[in-house]
């Protein structure tokens, strides 16, 4: 959901919006005829042959204006008294910034230089560039890197380059992006650069490439009024395919400006030249998040980058508290695991559980419901908090409830009065193990009963390749290697493959001995995914699924979250960035190795993947295998939640190649890289995942 | 040519190098059978099925083991008395870092990093490492990250890992480099991982890909006596095939060392065990560069990344012009060139030269020689120098001859009394105009006749793509971006593409008029490279070719030195490095542009690329379209060297596509890069081209 901005493109020129009218900001060429003329005279030369007197005359005033560049009287606007905040650059349309001829590119970034140069003397913010020409891709190079050198020449500048959504005649949709892609690539996807989408009357049915405008940062979207229809009272409105496009950009983007022209023509019989923004803020208003929905919930959350909790390493605030405890889903449904449990050691005459981790008691005060529920009479529950913080208010929550005991410290080390028949922890990350809750677990697992239960009994970790444009460069800036994790409620971000692959797992209790150093809790994964449309990975979403007790799962997967917690609000995804972005073509395969490592004193992760293209050769089909490492180190398999489809890597199975096939030559490698790793780099503080 | 190194790999276990032998260094593995047997039963488990209890007690022990990993006596050979300075540690060959099951994987990375620990207390400088599996591709990123770890954590150890030259029985040589690739660009190039090439009988015929190894640091050949075939006399000698891998090897490493395996198993009736390694030192030998070669007179040059020079920024000292000065070939073709310009302007009864920027005074010389010769017996040299340490030799040399008349000064400003027949300069770098001989040149022309002569009168710069893992490494590891160029004598290096293109040219006299903005000095050019075997691409080899007068010039360019200028030494050529290694598969095509730029104040390149690869449909043929400025600056042609080939962009037309091809989508984009720059990020100092 994003901030809407309406811009007028007037027809003639003018500093004035239309009064009462929706517009919040006016979109000016301030150059006139009169410039395009003498710089086509002083540059290009006139059609008109001339004596070689006055050529060389024109020639002397042209390297005069390269040395320094000045507007005369007559060629600009009178924009002295516009308003900047509410004013955007057009940038001059007949300037060829990829013109063929390399002395009229020269002149054509001098030119344009000139103009931003002028436009920042007035404190404009924004700048709207001449899109790319469809047919000169030799040149985009040049273009991108006059884009490049001005955005390193004018830091009060925004540059919003104009991309036609598909190019005419051939309404080619990829190479407009393609060309896009390598302006951003070049301009080593800088902050201050965006597009500007330019669209056209559209097909009904649209190619699903249009998507990979979701993962850039579109920062504004040219309306001509004569894409608009008119509906059967005569209004404007949108064809359904536009009106798809434009609340794709809405939900996508975090704020994205709609510039309107023609809008004063007269093109339909209602409305007048209001109708035309009062649609897009209808349409705007019409795709807002559902209520109680994630996406409603965290407004202003979209692509903002958080470090995951380290509550472990940490000491939670009373705010975070706060924040998760207002979950309408995830404690009902540990209520209801709780409730199971119980029921299925009903027949035993004393029950005693454990709330490891209990923060500020929410788990403690379900285990008490459902011991109500569950009538058990005879019960006691552990208590225990390494939090001094937190401590106070469960001591005040608790202080009448007798069947309670609070134990202060560390649950590796606590020491718990008795064996214990069910232990109840909320340890999970957005990628499951990320909070260390294996290393937790591990140390309250000597104090449970042989036949004792574990509340979540096990959980997985999920990825799926991800582009998103903001992202990366949003983490990249956050400096380091740009190779931390993070936790993030997506927006400008696109799938590059259908499927999210399960990594590894890990289930409570051990039945296998604990090991002195750790090393049974590493985990390493690889996969294949194959990507059908292609487009640049910017790194992975990771995702957890906990089984909590029987069939109550918690879920953030995106394909069964509905299934298994629906409105679930506690966890975003985690975006795992890269180092660099991959270029991935249509029908390639990605191969990602991960891996969960420790030395016995922290933990972390490593990631890297590589990226093949069948050249040749009709593909070979096997089953893909996966050594995840929960199978070989002896961990039993969970049991299946019966509303889940099977884990995706099945599904994905029968298009997978076999890795002989990937070895022989014809399987040609296109790509490969250390995507990256967290901790190693810096094996102290936040980045690494806590000293154990 | 490398520094040779020979290494023994005994049969049985010893820690002696046989009396008076050619070994250089002994190559041991540590480890016996008892720990192999101990690893394998608590890491594996023995194929005897055992009852739970000793199954249990082994579990336990192994935990022990990865708690902390310990020898026992009898699992270690006697080496503490081993000369760690001339002893390679032999990894134990049974540990497989990628195998295919995760927890023996762990445990295989476990007792790796116990050896590598034992080395490292011995002080051993080398480890070689097993090579990774044929078959099991999808580990070997496991197999990297163990590599990559082991490598930070033991910064005393140098890793050479086992590469097999092919794989059995296929007789696949892609391969093993494929892995190889993975192994190193996932260690990030690490300076202290290489490889150990195993050599295997070879065919008589090799695939060129063999050539890929050129490029990559090998530091070991493995060579077993069974690899040697006896001769006439019934010693033991290479086969013609391998004796060429091993020239190469020898050729483009700076040092290797050959490890031989089984030279006292008599397996050749004469020599004796002494023999292998003296047929190793014969091919050494006789692998040496031939006198007065380039290659000889740069001898320990080789990959030396040395700062281009920057004439005008800085003042060249004694040595460096004693050097240059001993060049055999430049200064006789300078000769040459004043002599037939000289005859063409034998008419005139009196002749003006100015020789600008004149060192210590050589090309004054070769001017006055050059008079003598055409018999022109009225003449006069100016001499123009603006380095003070020079110009005291200059008038010592020259106090005597009243033909020359010494000026001190900046060329560009200098006052000539009068019009100029004829300026001789030398200002051309390894890339041609990198040293600023346009700008420099501007500044003379104004005091040279309509008709007056330059020599040099016109010169190009070239491009070709190149592999160079070394090189980049080295380049990154100079800090900054790793982007500026070197001038570099290539050794570990491969060219990827058959061609070299001509980038721009400069001509001098120009016939246009001089702009204020040095705006007439920019260039760019966009060229096509068809990769035929593929590779990754680390940077540009950039040469330059100048035309002096008529025919006589001066050539780096590899195809047509020896045609334009045999054995001149005095310029290496141009490492032009790029941000991020981009690999190229078989087939593809690099798309370059590259750009010289000004900002009146300064002078600087950039250059970037992307690599195309089709994916379907058969090729279009078309010619290159090439935008170099120089023609659309009206920069005449030069007169063609008649020794000369056509140049190579023509060469190479016929095989191009047409842009309109590499714009449809079966042109598949497969990866894209901003390359890199050089001045723009640091607008001063050395690394950007000069103040102005």
Same mark, same amino acid.
């Given at each position: 959901?994003?901030?809407?901005?309406?811009?007028?493109?007037?027809?003639? !020129?003018?500093?004035?919006?239309?009064?009462?009218?929706?517009?919040?900001?006016?979109?000016?060429?301030?150059?006139?005829?009169?410039?395009?003329?003498?710089?086509?005279?002083?540059?290009?030369?006139?059609?008109?042959?001339? +004596?070689?007197?006055?050529?060389?005359?024109?020639?002397?005033?042209?390297?005069?204006?390269?040395?320094?560049?000045?507007?005369?009287?007559?060629?600009?606007?009178?924009?002295?008294?516009?308003?900047?905040?509410?004013?955007?650059?057009?940038?001059?349309?007949?300037?060829?910034?990829?013109?063929?001829?390399?002395?009229?590119?020269?002149?054509?970034?001098?030119?344009?230089?000139?103009?931003?140069?002028?436009?920042?003397?007035? /404190?404009?913010?924004?700048?709207?560039?001449?899109?790319?020409?469809?047919?000169?891709?030799?040149?985009?190079?040049?273009?991108?890197?006059?884009?490049?050198?001005?955005?390193?020449?004018?830091?009060?500048?925004?540059?919003?380059?104009?991309?036609?959504?598909?190019?005419?005649?051939?309404?080619?949709?990829?190479?407009?992006?393609?060309?896009?892609?390598?302006?951003?690539?070049?301009?080593? !996807?800088?902050?201050?650069?965006?597009?500007?989408?330019?669209?056209?009357?559209?097909?009904?049915?649209?190619? /699903?490439?249009?998507?990979?405008?979701?993962?850039?940062?579109?920062?504004?979207?040219?309306?001509?009024?004569?894409?608009?229809?008119?509906?059967?009272?005569?209004?404007?409105?949108?064809?359904?395919?536009?009106?798809?496009?434009?609340?794709?950009?809405?939900?996508?983007?975090?704020?994205?400006?709609?510039?309107?022209?023609?809008?004063?023509?007269?093109?339909?019989?209602?409305?007048?030249?209001?109708?035309?923004?009062?649609?897009?803020?209808? %349409?705007?208003?019409?795709?807002?998040?559902?209520?109680?929905?994630?996406?409603?919930?965290?407004?202003?959350?979209?692509?903002?980058?958080?470090?995951?909790?380290?509550?472990?390493?940490?000491?939670?605030?009373?705010?975070?508290?706060?924040?998760?405890?207002?979950?309408?889903?995830?404690?009902?449904?540990?209520?209801?695991?709780?409730?199971?449990?119980?029921?299925?050691? #009903?027949?035993?005459?004393?029950?005693?559980?454990?709330?490891?981790?209990?923060?500020?008691?929410?788990?403690?005060?379900?285990?008490?419901?459902?011991?109500?529920?569950?009538?058990?009479?005879?019960?006691?529950?552990?208590?225990?908090?390494?939090?001094?913080?937190?401590?106070?208010?469960?001591?005040?929550? *608790?202080?009448?409830?007798?069947?309670?005991?609070?134990? &202060?410290?560390?649950?590796?080390?606590?020491?718990?009065?008795?064996?214990? +028949?069910?232990?109840?922890?909320?340890?999970?990350?957005? *990628?499951?193990?990320?909070?260390?809750?294996?290393?937790?677990?591990?140390?309250?697992? #000597?104090?449970?009963?042989?036949?004792?239960?574990?509340?979540?009994?096990?959980?997985?970790?999920?990825?799926?390749?991800?582009?998103?444009?903001?992202?990366?460069?949003?983490?990249?800036?956050?400096?380091?290697?740009?190779?931390?994790?993070?936790?993030?409620? &997506?927006?400008?971000?696109?799938?590059?493959?259908?499927?999210?692959?399960?990594?590894?797992?890990?289930?409570?209790?051990?039945?296998?001995? %604990?090991?002195?150093?750790?090393?049974?809790?590493?985990?390493?994964?690889?996969?294949?995914?194959?990507?059908?449309?292609?487009?640049?990975?910017?790194? &992975?979403?990771?995702?957890?699924?906990?089984?909590?007790?029987?069939?109550?799962?918690?879920?953030?997967?995106?394909?069964? #979250?509905?299934?298994?917690?629906?409105?679930?609000?506690?966890?975003?995804?985690?975006?795992?960035?890269?180092?660099?972005?991959?270029?991935?073509?249509?029908?390639?395969?990605?191969?990602?190795?991960?891996?969960?490592?420790?030395?016995?004193?922290?933990?972390?992760?490593?990631?890297?993947?590589?990226? &093949?293209?069948?050249?040749?050769?009709?593909?070979?089909?096997? /089953?893909?295998?996966?050594?995840?490492?929960?199978?070989?180190?002896?961990?039993?398999?969970?049991?299946? %939640?019966?509303?889940?489809?099977?884990?995706?890597?099945?599904?994905?199975?029968?298009?997978?190649?076999?890795?002989? +096939?990937?070895?022989?030559?014809?399987?040609?490698?296109?790509?490969?890289?250390?995507?990256?790793?967290?901790?190693?780099?810096?094996?102290?503080?936040?980045?690494?995942?806590?000293?154990?």
């Amino acid at each position: 959901m994003s901030r809407l901005g309406i811009a007028l493109l007037p027809t003639n !020129y003018t500093t004035t919006l239309p009064e009462g009218s929706a517009y919040d900001s006016l979109c000016l060429q301030i150059t006139t005829e009169h410039w395009c003329e003498r710089w086509r005279d002083m540059c290009i030369g006139s059609d008109s042959p001339k +004596d070689s007197g006055s050529r060389a005359k024109t020639e002397a005033t042209a390297e005069r204006w390269r040395a320094s560049q000045v507007y005369e009287l007559g060629e600009l606007n009178d924009t002295e008294h516009l308003a900047p905040e509410n004013t955007i650059l057009l940038v001059s349309p007949w300037l060829e910034l990829d013109a063929p001829d390399a002395w009229v590119r020269h002149d054509t970034v001098v030119a344009f230089r000139q103009e931003l140069a002028y436009a920042s003397y007035l /404190s404009m913010h924004t700048a709207i560039v001449p899109a790319p020409q469809a047919n000169n891709r030799t040149q985009a190079a040049a273009f991108a890197r006059a884009l490049h050198s001005a955005l390193l020449s004018f830091p009060g500048l925004h540059l919003a380059v104009r991309v036609p959504i598909y190019y005419y005649p051939t309404h080619d949709f990829h190479q407009p992006w393609q060309t896009w892609d390598l302006l951003r690539s070049m301009c080593e !996807y800088h902050p201050r650069l965006s597009v500007a989408l330019d669209l056209s009357p559209l097909p009904a049915t649209l190619p /699903s490439l249009i998507d990979a405008w979701n993962a850039e940062p579109v920062s504004h979207v040219v309306l001509p009024a004569s894409l608009f229809i008119s509906n059967a009272k005569g209004y404007p409105v949108l064809s359904k395919s536009t009106q798809g496009v434009v609340r794709n950009l809405i939900v996508h983007q975090p704020s994205v400006t709609f510039v309107l022209s023609g809008t004063d023509t007269n093109l339909h019989s209602k409305g007048g030249d209001k109708a035309y923004p009062q649609y897009i803020q209808h %349409l705007h208003r019409t795709t807002a998040a559902k209520e109680g929905s994630m996406e409603y919930w965290a407004r202003g959350y979209g692509d903002l980058l958080q470090a995951p909790l380290q509550p472990l390493m940490d000491n939670l605030q009373n705010t975070t508290y706060e924040t998760f405890e207002q979950d309408p889903v995830k404690y009902a449904h540990y209520e209801e695991a709780i409730y199971r449990a119980l029921m299925d050691r #009903k027949e035993r005459e004393r029950l005693v559980l454990l709330v490891a981790g209990a923060g500020r008691g929410p788990l403690v005060k379900r285990a008490l419901t459902a011991l109500g529920r569950s009538k058990t009479l005879n019960a006691k529950v552990y208590v225990v908090e390494k939090n001094p913080n937190a401590w106070i208010g469960l001591q005040r929550t *608790f202080k009448d409830e007798d069947r309670v005991q609070l134990l &202060f410290g560390d649950m590796r080390e606590a020491a718990i009065p008795e064996q214990v +028949d069910i232990v109840i922890s909320e340890l999970l990350g957005s *990628f499951g193990d990320n909070e260390l809750s294996p290393e937790c677990l591990d140390g309250v697992e #000597k104090c449970l009963k042989p036949d004792g239960i574990s509340i979540p009994c096990s959980y997985t970790a999920h990825i799926t390749p991800l582009s998103s444009a903001r992202l990366w460069q949003e983490a990249r800036d956050r400096g380091g290697k740009g190779e931390e994790p993070y936790v993030v409620m &997506f927006q400008s971000t696109r799938r590059l493959s259908p499927y999210v692959h399960e990594c590894w797992e890990f289930a409570h209790p051990r039945l296998t001995p %604990l090991g002195c150093d750790n090393g049974h809790n590493v985990r390493s994964a690889e996969t294949v995914f194959n990507i059908p449309y292609g487009g640049i990975l910017h790194g &992975f979403a990771g995702y957890f699924e906990a089984v909590l007790y029987d069939t109550i799962g918690l879920s953030i997967h995106p394909e069964r #979250k509905d299934q298994v917690s629906k409105d679930m609000l506690s966890w975003f995804p985690m975006y795992i960035p890269i180092r660099e972005p991959l270029y991935l073509p249509a029908g390639c395969e990605l191969h990602t190795s991960i891996w969960r490592l420790t030395d016995g004193k922290k933990v972390w992760y490593e990631w890297c993947a590589e990226a &093949f293209l069948d050249v040749g050769g009709s593909p070979v089909f096997s /089953s893909v295998k996966s050594f995840g490492s929960s199978s070989t180190l002896g961990v039993p398999s969970s049991p299946a %939640l019966m509303t889940h489809p099977p884990p995706s890597p099945l599904i994905d199975a029968i298009e997978m190649k076999s890795p002989f +096939d990937r070895n022989s030559q014809q399987f040609q490698h296109i790509g490969k890289l250390k995507i990256g790793q967290t901790g190693l780099h810096n094996p102290s503080g936040r980045s690494s995942w806590i000293g154990l």
